[in-house]
C-alpha cells in the first residue's frame, strides 16, 4: 500500500492524463469514422476549459454544472460552425477546422478581461479526482460503443465508405455528420473541463494547432478500426515522453522516430482487428 501511495504521489497526473488525452482521441475517433478531417478538437477542449473554470471561479456553481457547462459550450460552437463547415470534405474541411482553432485561439488571446489573455487563467479549483475522469471515460466508452452498434453508427460507416451511395439509400447524410462532429466536440469540452480543474492553470497556448496535431495522431496512432485504438494511442503518447526521460535532450528525436516507425510498419495502428484475424486464421490452421 505504502509502494502505491508514492507511486501515485509521482504520477497521479500522468495517469489522469492519460484519461483525458483518452478523451480527447475518442473525440476525434468519433468525426473520423464519419468521414470527417474534422481538426478543431483542440479549440472545443479549450472552449470546454475556459468554459468550466470560469463558471467554477466567477459563478462558484457546483463542479457537476461546471463540467457540463464545458461540454454545452463546445457544442453550441460545433452546431454554428458545422452549418458552413461541413459542407466541405477532406483537406479543405481540416483547413477550415484549423482556421477556427486560429480563431478561438487569437480570442482568448484578446479577451483579457474575462479569459486572462496571454497570461491565462491562474488558481482554477483543483477539483478533477480519479474517479471523475475514470468514470467519464467509461462512460465515454459506453455511449460511442452503443452508438457504434446502433443504426445511426451503421449510418455513420456507409457515409465513411461513400456518402453519395450513403445519400441515395436514404441516409440523411448532413445531419449524421453533424451530430457526429457536436459530439465529438461535446467529449473535447469534457476532457478540457476536467483538465482545467486539474493542472489549476490554463493558457491559450495550450489550445493551438500543435495539440490539435497531438489529438490527432493518438487516433491515428492506436487505430481507428475500433474503440480500443484512440486509448492505446492516448496512452503511448503520454507515457513515452515519460518513459524516455532519461534521454535527455535526445528525447524528443527518439520519441518521434519511434512514432515514424510504428505508422510506416503498421499503416492501419496499433488497433487493427483485421490484422488480429488474420492472426487468428493462421493460428488455426
Known amino acids: ?15 489522469l ?11 476525434i475517433w468519433l468525426t473520423l469514422a464519419c468521414g470527417l478531417l474534422a481538426l478543431a478538437n483542440a479549440a472545443f477542449m479549450g472552449i470546454g476549459a475556459y468554459t468550466a473554470a470560469l463558471i467554477t471561479m466567477n459563478l462558484g456553481w457546483p463542479f457537476p454544472l461546471a ?10 460552437a460545433a452546431l454554428v460552425i458545422g452549418v458552413p463547415t461541413l459542407r466541405l470534405s477532406g483537406v479543405y474541411l481540416a483547413m477550415a477546422t484549423l482556421a477556427f482553432g486560429e480563431v478561438v485561439r487569437v480570442g482568448l488571446l484578446n479577451a483579457e478581461g474575462l479569459t486572462g489573455g496571454a497570461l491565462g487563467l491562474n488558481g482554477i479549483p483543483q477539483l478533477t479526482q480519479w474517479w471523475h475522469v475514470a468514470l467519464a471515460l467509461v462512460l465515454t466508452l459506453a455511449v460511442l460503443w452503443r452508438l457504434r452498434r446502433s443504426r445511426v453508427g451503421r449510418a455513420f460507416e456507409a457515409i465513411d465508405g461513400d456518402a453519395v451511395a450513403a445519400s441515395l439509400m436514404g441516409i440523411a447524410v448532413d445531419a449524421h455528420k453533424m451530430l457526429a462532429f457536436a459530439l465529438g466536440a461535446g467529449i473535447a469540452g469534457l476532457a478540457g473541463a476536467l483538465n482545467a480543474h486539474l ?13 490539435g496535431v497531438e489529438i490527432l495522431t ?9 474503440l480500443p ?10 507515457v513515452l515522453p515519460e518513459a524516455l526521460r532519461d534521454f535527455g535532450n ?11 516507425m510504428i505508422v510506416l510498419f503498421l499503416p492501419a495502428g496499433l488497433w487493427d ?10 493460428g488455426a490452421r
Open 17 to 27: 492524463g492519460i484519461g483525458i488525452n483518452a478523451l480527447l482521441a475518442l473525440s
Open 199 to 211: 493542472t489549476f492553470f490554463i493558457g491559450p497556448s495550450e489550445y493551438g494547432f500543435d495539440r
Open 250 to 260: 535526445a528525447r524528443t528525436m527518439v520519441n518521434g522516430l519511434i512514432l515514424v
Open 218 to 226: 493518438m487516433a491515428i496512432l492506436g487505430g481507428i478500426g475500433g
Open 67 to 76: 463540467l457540463a457547462g464545458g461540454m454545452a459550450m463546445p457544442v453550441l
Open 273 to 282: 482487428p483485421r490484422r488480429f484475424k488474420g492472426w487468428l486464421r493462421r
Open 1 to 15: 500500500m505504502a509502494g502505491f501511495e508514492e507511486f501515485w504521489a509521482v504520477y497521479s497526473n500522468l495517469v
Open 229 to 238: 485504438g484512440p486509448v492505446l494511442g492516448a496512452f503511448i503518447i503520454t
